[in-house]
């Protein structure tokens, strides 16, 4: 035991025995409520300063705000969401409807009727649901127990996201199309990703879209929790990257042999809050909460949004969202930025966007207060001694013509107890025109008005003009305004048709005297943090590996060998990975301005048992669908039967796949295969979206390789429900028959002749004693 550790046991037992306690003694009522919701017991959900606030601020209608704070100190309803983009939804959908709502319909636990799931009304498709169902209720009954593994190991494999109701609200708003290049400022934890993921991949038959998401977060462990909510979804589509969202490096691209600046067609700023809107999940902000929050928030909040329309593409569509109900984080930026762009910006009416969607419009009058309680009406009002904590920017327009003109009535405030949701704040903005401080050349302080004249009139509207830094003693930067770019970052123009911008040689820049220049202010010198990441390499077209899986695979001549990369520049290459045409630009062109945590998707996997039937490398699960379209050979028509034999059996024999795959079989050699079950649109009870597996075809057996999540979901697809019993013993339940000989789980995990063992696989769960790849010893199906 450590020192640290040693003493604070010490003093524990001194406070007991200050107390009149035995040493050893125990809280019982720490141990009884030990648990879900334990260490949350002695909160009282009150908190006087945020009622006065809001009342004050009349952000609630009347004769609601009771009704309101009733609301914000109930549980909030657990609401999942089916992931759009995989032809797996309306299965899934299927199976939840037929099964497990019907299941966990009037039941009773501990006294609480279960409601029964409704699906959210204003989300497309009926792919979102909420329910009151708690995790301690749904371990309670076996019946919910069944249906809480398989939320689990639904959404382990992707099919399904456990997100708040009013969080999926920005992604919807963005109107995302496949071309788009999209940037999500402050992306962790990684749900609202996800969404714009899925959307881009809304065509399931285009393997790589012209557009890409990059999700960026400054938190570097927070990253990692991004990367693995994105690679649930295996899109070569993705790049997670570590920045500081207010400084965010503009990117290059190579366009037609010229350096371009990356402009985006979406962005998505979903700013960090005070979170008063999650009080009822986050119930510690109860005592947490002061006004003080909002007013050390609002500076980042405005930086982050300047920053992203800097890089919003003319034509472009941004939103921003927070999960709090304060108007000093919500309108008072939002009418800055307005305030700000002269014309650029516009705030979108976005009322008929999400028809059933309950909301009340923005407020366009509101009060600054303290932390002890002191309002302040305006700006003029606010003594000196504080204005360091509250700035101009936190106060509405006083101009009654330029807050008309805002209309931030259009702005949307979703209250809680109008739909049983969290609190949540959205405003969507169109850029119209470039940003001011973009479109025109700074101008000096000794300047007379003629030459300043001459210099705007050589201005073509809509277009950007170089910018030239100027240094900070010169010209320090206000809050929240915008940093310039470097020389290397000059632009030159931003077409409204196109994403990028040409980029002006720095020799060419005009003269300057950069000691008198007034504006923009200098830009932040980027700084990098966290882990030292693998590089990413890129193949040639002449790499020596790919000849082989070019043979062994009969690859496509279309097959795009460039975008295939790897994680290291010596030694053999263990994994192969793939990214879109459009991310690999980004990559080759940013090495030195971005961290990237990770990108790509992977496809091939080294095995070395695989060398001597011609292919050092297997297919990998998570990029089957990305690889599948290029491949011609290799490929075996399986059935709904032999699916369950493959995922219910270890090693099967070839005899016991249908006649017609097995036939198929016979004919291949020994070496990684693509088993692909293809549907029957004349036959509706069974599966009406596409499976791929990937698998091994040994001497005289068959295998597939699939992770355990995924292999529950598709035996789910194929009427087969795999559940844990109360000792953790797999058991097995064929719904769409009676259970047959050939569905249950059987074999005694000795590998066979041809298989590649275990280790190499790389299969999640398995392990080197013969258990299955899921990772529990084989049993008798129930």
């Known amino acids: 035991m450590g020192k640290r550790n040693r003493d604070k046991q010490r003093k524990h037992q001194q406070q007991q025995q200050r107390d009149g306690r035995p040493p050893g003694y125990i809280d019982n009522r720490v141990k009884d409520n030990a648990g879900w919701g334990a260490g949350y017991s002695e909160i009282i959900k009150e908190n006087k300063l945020f009622e006065q606030y809001y009342k004050e601020l009349k952000i609630v209608p009347d004769g609601e705000f009771e009704e309101f704070m009733d609301t914000m100190r109930e549980p909030l309803p657990s609401t999942i969401r089916i992931t759009g983009y995989k032809s797996h939804a309306k299965e899934i959908l299927h199976t939840l409807k037929t099964k497990y709502f019907k299941d966990v319909q009037d039941i009773e636990v501990d006294g609480q009727k279960i409601e029964a799931p409704q699906a959210l009304c204003w989300y497309p498709d009926e792919l979102a649901w909420h329910t009151n169902l708690s995790r301690k209720i749904l371990r309670k009954d076996p019946l919910l127990e069944k249906f809480h593994q398989f939320l689990v190991s639904e959404t382990e494999s992707g099919n399904i996201s456990r997100q708040e109701a009013v969080s999926m609200i920005p992604p919807l708003l963005l109107k995302i199309e496949s071309h788009h290049k999209i940037l999500d400022m402050c992306a962790a934890p990684g749900s609202k990703t996800s969404q714009l993921i899925e959307m881009l991949h809304s065509d399931m038959d285009v393997s790589f879209p012209e557009g890409f998401v990059i999700a960026n977060d400054s938190d570097n462990k927070r990253c990692y929790l991004l990367v693995h909510q994105a690679k649930r979804l295996n899109s070569p589509c993705i790049m997670v990257v570590n920045h500081d969202a207010s400084c965010m490096p503009r990117l290059q691209v190579d366009q037609d042999g010229r350096k371009e600046t990356l402009f985006y067609d979406r962005i998505l700023c979903d700013v960090p809050c005070s979170g008063d809107g999650t009080m009822r999940k986050n119930i510690d902000v109860w005592k947490k909460w002061t006004t003080a929050n909002s007013l050390h928030l609002h500076g980042l909040q405005l930086r982050i949004a300047v920053r992203g329309l800097e890089q919003l593409a003319i034509g472009g569509r941004m939103v921003y969202s927070t999960c709090s109900l304060n108007p000093i984080e919500d309108e008072a930026v939002i009418a800055a930025l307005l305030e700000r762009s002269e014309g650029a910006l516009e705030l979108a009416d976005a009322s008929a966007d999400l028809p059933g969607l309950k909301w009340m419009p923005g407020i366009t009058s509101w009060k600054v207060m303290t932390k002890e309680g002191q309002w302040y009406p305006g700006w003029s009002d606010v003594p000196v001694n504080r204005h360091t904590q509250i700035r101009p920017t936190m106060f509405p327009p006083t101009e009654p013509d330029k807050l008309k003109d805002m209309h931030l009535e259009r702005c949307m405030r979703i209250l809680p107890h109008h739909q049983n949701t969290g609190g949540f704040f959205v405003a969507v903005l169109l850029k119209k025109a470039a940003m001011p401080w973009n479109r025109r050349f700074p101008r000096t302080r000794n300047n007379d008005k003629a030459e300043a004249s001459s210099a705007e009139a050589e201005v073509v509207p809509g277009e950007e003009q170089p910018i030239v830094d100027s240094p900070p003693s010169e010209a320090p930067a206000a809050e929240g305004e915008a940093e310039a770019e470097t020389p290397s970052e000059l632009t030159s123009t931003e077409p409204a048709t196109t994403t990028t911008t040409t980029t002006t040689d720095p020799k060419q820049e005009p003269a300057t005297?950069?000691?008198?220049?007034?504006?923009?202010?200098?830009?932040?010198?980027?700084?990098?943090?966290?882990?030292?990441?693998?590089?990413?390499?890129?193949?040639?077209?002449?790499?020596?590996?790919?000849?082989?899986?070019?043979?062994?695979?009969?690859?496509?001549?279309?097959?795009?060998?460039?975008?295939?990369?790897?994680?290291?520049?010596?030694?053999?290459?263990?994994?192969l990975y793939m990214v879109s045409k459009e991310l690999r630009n980004v990559l080759l062109n940013n090495s030195e301005r971005m961290k990237v945590v990770n990108t790509g998707v992977k496809v091939w996997s080294r095995n070395n048992d695989g060398e001597e039937f011609g292919c050092a490398f297997r297919l990998a699960q998570e990029g089957i669908y990305t690889l599948f379209p290029y491949i011609n050979a290799r490929r075996i028509t399986i059935s709904v039967d032999d699916v369950k034999v493959l995922l219910t059996e270890e090693n099967p024999f070839l005899s016991k796949l249908s006649a017609d795959a097995h036939a198929q079989a016979k004919k291949l050699t020994m070496g990684s295969i693509v088993l692909r079950y293809q549907p029957d649109p004349n036959n509706l009870d069974l599966p009406q979206c596409p499976i791929e597996l990937c698998g091994w075809r040994g001497k005289t057996s068959i295998r597939a390789f699939v992770s355990r999540n995924e292999r529950l979901h598709y035996l789910r697809m194929v009427g087969v429900e795999v559940f844990l019993n109360k000792q953790g013993q797999k058991g097995v339940e064929d719904t769409a028959s009676e259970a047959k000989e050939g569905n249950t789980v059987s074999g005694d995990g000795e590998r066979q002749e041809g298989v590649p063992p275990i280790e190499d696989q790389e299969v999640p769960g398995g392990d080197k004693n013969g258990s299955s790849a899921n990772g529990t010893k084989p049993v008798s199906s129930t």
């Open 513 to 575: 005297n950069k000691g008198t220049v007034c504006c923009p202010p200098p830009s932040k010198k980027m700084r990098l943090f966290g882990f030292k990441e693998d590089p990413f390499v890129f193949l040639t077209e002449d790499d020596p590996v790919f000849p082989p899986i070019q043979t062994f695979f009969d690859l496509s001549p279309d097959f795009p060998k460039l975008n295939v990369l790897t994680r290291t520049h010596e030694g053999k290459k263990r994994h």
